[in-house]
């Protein structure tokens, strides 16, 4: 059976991360609330970091590269995670909203 | 080579395709739920399906530091954002704008589908390993080649942690 020799290619690996990736664009365009935008570049950060390691487990020559390089990535998400948050609770506590259509304050 | 489904093999790649639908599942769920604590609980079900697929890869060991970093702490700390900022009447999301759904959907198809048929069209060559990617490879060459890197990651998480803060505290009346 194809189906179940799927782990083995890089192909499939490709997909996913491509899927996730997509459903993080979707999730930043259409959500209303800046958590819900968080989470949907979570979700990007995701799909980015699993290409990363299906080239590093397929064709790079150095499997090691492609792992320190899905640490860093999870290091930025933590900081861009704290960051974005902070940001959010800044933000409510100024206009009692976590809604995108809200801050318009610098709106000309 | 044909494999059945009762062999190690095909039960290795049954479980795969579980993994598979718990991440896109996950994904969808993340990504469309009504309320963001579903959104979260989506997004913590496909950090687990994830963190299975890095361990298909190979990496058990990226598979852990993922459950740990993201499960344990990012998912956390969005939660807690849910619960200190999310006013109970807007815990659902506002009526949304007509046009952006089908918008979206219409850049994601473009997207996927171009990053699908590059992936399907290309053909991809390997190269033989220098070395076994061991965490004890990993190790060595976080303090050797990528040491510059390394220490400035910890300058960059040290400041976030102490932006996080200010920028959280300001504008408090006590």
Not at chain 2, 67 to 88: K, Q, R, T, W
């Amino acid at each position: 059976m194809p189906l179940l020799t799927l782990y083995d290619q890089l192909t499939t690996y490709l997909v996913i991360a491509a899927l996730l990736f997509g459903m993080g664009v979707y999730g930043l365009i259409t959500r209303q609330t800046l958590i819900g935008m968080l989470i949907a570049a979570e979700l990007l950060l995701a799909g980015a970091s699993i290409n990363f390691m299906a080239f590093n487990r397929f064709t790079a020559p150095d499997p090691a590269l492609g792992q320190i390089f899905t640490l860093f990535i999870m290091a930025i998400a933590a900081a861009e995670a704290a960051i974005g948050l902070s940001i959010v609770i800044a933000f409510y506590r100024h206009l009692k909203s976590i809604e995108t259509a809200d801050a318009a304050h610098l709106k000309g | 080579m044909m494999k059945t489904l009762f062999s190690p093999d095909g039960l290795v790649g049954l479980l795969f395709l579980f993994n598979l639908i718990v991440t896109l599942v996950g994904g969808i769920v993340a990504c469309t739920a009504e309320r963001l604590v579903r959104a979260v609980i989506g997004l913590v079900i496909c950090f687990v399906g994830v963190a299975g697929i890095y361990y298909f890869l190979n990496s058990p060991f990226i598979a852990m530091m993922h459950i740990l970093i993201y499960i344990g702490a990012v998912a956390v700390a969005i939660s807690f954002a849910i619960m200190l900022a999310a006013p109970e009447e807007k815990m659902r999301l506002g009526p949304t704008n007509p046009i952006s759904g089908p918008i979206g959907l219409i850049t994601v198809l473009l997207l996927i589908s171009g990053l699908v048929s590059l992936a399907l069209k290309t053909e991809w060559t390997s190269v033989k390993k220098i070395n076994d990617g061991s965490v004890r490879t990993i190790g060595i060459q976080l303090l050797t080649n990528h040491s510059m890197v390394f220490e400035l990651i910890s300058i960059v998480l040290l400041l976030a942690i102490l932006g996080a803060l200010v920028i959280a505290r300001g504008g408090r009346e006590d």
